[in-house]
């Protein structure tokens, strides 16, 4: 009878489906779609259709691709949460206070390391540390009170050397560095007693070079009014 023999023939298929099992656990190679004929038009394979033979040339089917898992994305790290990598090993010695428009710069063997910078509204100042030591200190101009500088933890998030105000008439703003997403920049200014930004961090326009050509992207800058940063 015709099923007698059917499962005769089936079980010859299913011993060689049980040998392509065993090369995909050994060798971890897709075997699925192996015992497809050349004219079968991409169907199934009937139960009662013999399997290819020693002499015939199986027709290979597509190798199903290895399954590839997601990068999973580091969480990001908030600025503020960078505050405890901080360190502050040495401040510059000042003969006295810095008038407007005045500011000292001394980075002489000082090795190289991470940059930060700190803004004091109420002391009107602003301090580059690298690697923890206090290389740059300025007197700034800061926003009036319509347009007050904000306070927080900003990286840098833009350099531009030769930027110019979208908003404020095209006003030169040399050396800037964006805080904020609405357009508050450390940049050089004419620093003079009575002046003010519109939010802006304004600093004497050769102390803008010398802080612009340390500083990168990415690197905090910590403005307070009269706080302490809580910098060790």
Known sequence: MARPKARGKRAQYLFAAGIS???LMTFGVAVSGLYRTTGDR???????????TATEAPSPGPVAPAPQSRPVADAPVSPQSR??????????KLDG???HGEYVWDDKDVPEGQVFITVDLKA???????????IGVSVILYGADNKPSPIGVFPITEKDANHFSST?????????MRLTPD???????????GNATHGCIGVPTAFAKKLFGVAKKGDLVIVTEGKMTGLQ
């Open 83 to 92: 505050l405890g990598q901080l360190r502050v090993k040495r401040v510059l």
């Open 183 to 193: 357009g508050v920049f450390i940049h050089g200014s004419d620093v003079i007693w």
């Open 124 to 134: 009107q100042t602003l301090s580059v540390f690298r690697a923890g030591y206090e």
């Open 168 to 176: 404020y008439n095209n006003a030169p703003m040399p050396y800037a």
């Open 21 to 23: 099992a065993l090369v």
């Open 97 to 99: 206070p810095l008038r």
């Open 42 to 52: 991409g169907g199934p394979l009937p139960e009662d259709v013999r399997p290819a």
